[in-house]
């Protein structure tokens, strides 16, 4: 499958906000649950945040718990990561990709190819 593209990253100070796009071209997200991804310097790729096909389920790392909000818009074929209170922790390469279920957590469906990700960078 063609990778999703992410876009929005930046350089924020700590307490700032951004919006991550995930958008797909060649095929609908409507039918796939999505989820975020990001992966620190030095550090694996970590879960992030998932939301359910129908938008109605959502879930998040206990990281970035009331901070973030996972929301799709499936008319736009695209899924958003609203990003607050961000702190220099969260500063990563984000990616996003379909997922599925996991025990407690998401993976990224196997059909999926990583994609170049967008950089966040939360520094003063």
Same mark, same amino acid.
């Given at each position: 499958?063609?990778?999703?593209?992410? +876009?929005? /990253?930046?350089?924020? &100070?700590?307490? =700032?906000?951004? !919006?991550?796009?995930? %958008? *797909?071209?060649?095929?609908?997200?409507?039918?796939? +649950?999505? /989820?975020?991804?990001? &992966?620190?310097? =030095?550090?694996? !790729?970590?879960?992030? %945040? *998932?939301?359910?096909?129908?938008?109605?389920?959502?879930?998040?790392?206990?990281?970035?718990?009331?901070?973030?909000?996972?929301?799709?818009?499936? %008319?736009?074929?695209?899924?958003?990561?609203?990003?607050?209170?961000?702190?220099?922790?969260?500063?990563?390469?984000?990616?996003?990709?379909?997922?599925?279920?996991?025990?407690?957590?998401?993976?990224?469906?196997?059909?999926?190819?990583?994609?170049?990700?967008?950089?966040?960078?939360?520094?003063?």
């Amino acid at each position: 499958q063609v990778p999703l593209v992410e +876009s929005g /990253g930046g350089l924020v &100070q700590p307490g =700032g906000s951004l !919006r991550l796009s995930c %958008a *797909a071209s060649g095929r609908t997200l409507s039918s796939y +649950s999505v /989820g975020w991804f990001r &992966q620190a310097p =030095g550090k694996d !790729r970590e879960f992030v %945040a *998932a939301i359910a096909w129908r938008g109605i389920t959502t879930d998040y790392a206990d990281s970035v718990k009331g901070r973030f909000t996972i929301s799709r818009d499936n %008319a736009k074929n695209t899924v958003y990561l609203q990003m607050n209170s961000l702190k220099p922790d969260d500063t990563a390469v984000y990616y996003c990709a379909t997922v599925r279920p996991l025990g407690s957590t998401w993976s990224k469906n196997a059909m999926d190819s990583w994609g170049k990700g967008t950089l966040v960078t939360v520094s003063s």
